[in-house]
């Protein structure tokens, strides 16, 4: 199948004054195929949010430069111009963000801020555009939906709001949606929620699915294709159960043994990784994990490892757990 | 909202109250007098203390303070020690000066400072930012008779564009129907008055202006960049709405609400400067009365402009905080 979006080689990189460049997102491929769900997991300051923010052309004009291409249905998106992207947003792709009140424009009625979107790139007229609103906040379970259109961000509940935000990104039908941490700020109950609608939506609209989250478990429910970044960097890509199965890199293998599990034998212990992501070594020269791989060995301080796919699996390591490890 | 203006303005009954009391001491302990300073070098102990016994300064100050009360509450300022003629009566008659200065500065700072605010935020550390930075550092620390002065010089003297001073030429006769002069004109329609009365009135709004403009241009830019960083103008441009939607619904509103504020505040601002501004352009004000009635010790009509002056700033910071409630439906009133 032909992928519906089509990353390659993106890079991005915030200039600082007297500095040298923050490169946030460093050489990140991937594809996603029409209706699929991927997933794009890290721990904070990975470049997560950037990558997503590159492929929406949503990051500052000035002081960035996006490198590489992204592209929707065989059209580069870097290579439009900003009113033919305006075009596109919210309609052929668009986004859910992290924190729900503040991304909502607190002193506009829900109603507008749904029928908007839907003004824009639909034409749509007042009254027909109000009504299609109310269905989808209905769609998205929101009760009492007409009289919901009235109401101001501040009072709705926050597992609400970020109902309300979906049904703004899904109002017209977009064929690719990017989550970015949509759960995050939501109670364990309400997130479950959210993400069980997310993948309603995503299946009953064929719309394709970027998940990002810092949340293994997320993804586990979710995603089919799995990409773990770290340093801005995919360091490994399998496909879902081959990932949680035997995963090769350090960096997932670790991540996997830090989460607890009911399941788990009593007495096995978790185990953290060491360090934090501040404990980067430049990409250029070695891999960026290696100051706090338990696996590192003298070639990863001195040579940056080199994507290597094989059997499905994309991996970025010099020294990679053995297969038969688990 | 309705009972919240009720109670609000139940509120300015005890603040104005208090103040006056405040006024009223304030002004009695000052050094001198109406008396020695109405009779000048004509000035003997026994003139003086004469004078003050047909004024009543003799008495007790809360007798005075009571007497003063009692005349008020039924609308009595008392007479002006300089001209001997009503407070009330005075004031009524150079109000409109005033007013019409007054609105016409505020509503060039408002329409100017709020989109050129906007501007600079959006060219962020461009030339058209950093100019207008320059300009309202420049803006605020002009005094506001040297501004006057210098305009006056410039373009009345030097140019002739405007006239000097004055709110209509001698020349024009004009219909006094409300004491508005441009609206008198209007409403006569001897257009020529209006036309001649808006001549008069550019040079001193504009020095008026001045420092209220800055203001806001300052907190416009400061207030469209916070709202343009926040999260919500980042849906809305992940929504693809046009650039203007995207300012005016989603940016602007959220921007004014500091901005309005800062409006409520420059009006107090506003009320000194016209003080100087109207002795500048010799515009026989509200600023004329108050400054004669500085020198001159002129205790009622001192009192009475000082309230009056509270219950404008009074009102007005009212009017702010409805028109907070009508742009954030977050205000509960
Ligand atoms: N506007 C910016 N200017 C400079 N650097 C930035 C900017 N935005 C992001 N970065 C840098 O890019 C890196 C990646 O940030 P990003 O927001 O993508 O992380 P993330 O993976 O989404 O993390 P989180 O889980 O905390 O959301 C960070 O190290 C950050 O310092
Ligand atoms: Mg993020």
Known sequence: MTPLLEVDDLRVAFRRRGEPDTVAVDGVSFDVAPGQVIGLVGESGCGKSVTAMAIMRLLPARGVRVTGSVQLDGVDLLGLSESQMRERRGKDLSMVFQDPLSSLNPVIPIGLQVTEVLARHRGMAKEPARKA?????????????????????HQLSGGMRQRALIAIALACRPRLLIADEPTTALDVTIQAQILELLRELVRETGAALIMITHDLGVVAGLCETVNVLYGGRIVERAQRHRLFGTPRHPYTHGLLRSIPRLDAPSGEELVAIRGSV?????????????????????LCTGTTPLAETSGGRLLRCHNPVPASAE | MLRFVLRRLVQVVPTLLLLSLLVFAWLRSLPGGPASAFLGDRATPERIAELNRVLGLDQPIFVQYGRFLGRVLTGDFGASTITGQPVLAEIGRALPATVELSVLALVIAVALGIPLGYLAAQHRGGPVDIATVIGTLIGVAVPVFFLGYLLKAFFAVELGWFPPSGRLSIDVDATNVTGFVVLDGLLTREFDASLDAL??????????????????????????????????VRTANSKGLAPGTVRSRHVLRNALLPVSTTIGLQVGLLLAGAVLTEKVFVWGGIGTLLADAITLKD???????????????VLVNLLVDLSYAIIDPRVRL
């Open chain 1, 133 to 153: 609103a109310a269905d989808l906040l209905e769609r998205v379970g929101i009760p009492d939906p007409r009289r919901r259109l009235g109401s101001y961000p």
């Open chain 1, 278 to 298: 501040v404990d980067n070594l430049p990409w250029e020269h070695a891999c960026a994990f290696a100051p706090r791989c338990p696996r590192a060995v003298d």
């Open chain 2, 199 to 232: 001549s008069h009135l550019v040079l001193p709004a504009v020095a008026l202006a001045t420092i209220p403009l800055a203001v806001i241009v300052r907190i416009t830019r400061a207030s469209v960049l916070d709202v343009l960083g926040s999260d919500f």
């Open chain 2, 299 to 313: 205790y009622p009509r001192l009192q009475a402009l000082l309230l009056l002056g509270a219950l404008v700033y």
